[in-house]
């Protein structure tokens, strides 16, 4: 069965400081496909990022930076120099092949608060 | 490019009644899928529909059902509204036909049942 795990509920910080988002996932799949989210008040979901079962080189835009490491199964989300801009709740999905196509197991989402 | 679009943004209907929401995925896109959001079960997949089939369906009862048009449009229907299914109803798209790809969101349906 497929699942996404991300045991911070909520996370505050002072802006400028570094925080990571933890997401652990299961699947019995060999290919499967992990995702961020990030959702504002508006409600839409914007895509941050997806990453493969097999690529797990680190990657980083900007501020953003994501640590994937399947023996541990996680895929960490870090923001480093946080800005107010980036207050929202963060998901972590994850899609494989078991689970057919066009859709997303997604983590309870952590809600993140940077204050200035 | 635009993106996903979903009408109405929100919306305040009664017990019993119904409610059809609709959904435009971005052009070229031909997978739609719907999902459910409510604070006490976080997001919970719908349905997904390819080429005007429906090729993936969650645990929801009978009440919810959806459709695809040939121009990938879709839409979702709610009938007998209950109390709980307030939630937001967010649309996603995707170029479909292959696992892993990028499912692109719109700015969702709020829903008061009321």
């Known amino acids: 069965a497929q699942k996404v795990t991300q045991a911070q509920t909520e996370i505050s910080v002072v802006e400028k400081e570094d925080v990571t988002l933890d997401c652990v996932y299961e699947t019995r799949d060999t290919t499967y496909y992990l995702f961020w989210y990030k959702q504002p008040p508006s409600g839409e979901l914007v895509f941050l990022i997806r990453r493969n079962s097999f690529d797990e080189q680190n990657e980083i835009s900007g501020r953003y930076s994501w640590n994937f490491q399947k023996s541990t199964s996680s895929f960490n989300f870090t923001i480093t120099a946080s800005q107010v801009v980036d207050s929202a709740v963060y998901f972590c999905?994850?899609?494989?092949?078991?689970?057919?196509?066009?859709?997303?197991?997604f983590g309870r989402g952590t809600q993140l608060t940077v204050w200035p | 490019k635009a993106g996903v679009t979903q009408t109405p943004r929100y919306l305040i209907k009664t017990r019993g009644q119904q409610v059809t929401l609709s959904c435009s995925p971005i052009?070229?896109?031909?997978?739609v899928s719907w999902y459910q959001q409510t604070p006490g079960q976080g997001l919970q997949f719908l349905f997904e529909y390819f080429s005007e089939t429906q090729r993936n369906k969650g645990n929801f009862p009978g009440r919810f059902s959806g459709r695809q048009f040939s121009n990938s449009r879709s839409e979702m229907n709610v009938s007998t509204l209950e109390l709980g299914d307030s939630a937001l109803y967010l649309c996603a798209s995707s170029p479909g036909q292959l696992s892993g790809n990028t499912i692109y969101f719109g700015e969702g349906s709020w829903l008061t049942v009321v």
């Open positions: 999905a994850l899609s494989d092949r078991g689970s057919t196509l066009g859709r997303l197991y």
């Open positions: 052009s070229g896109h031909r997978s």
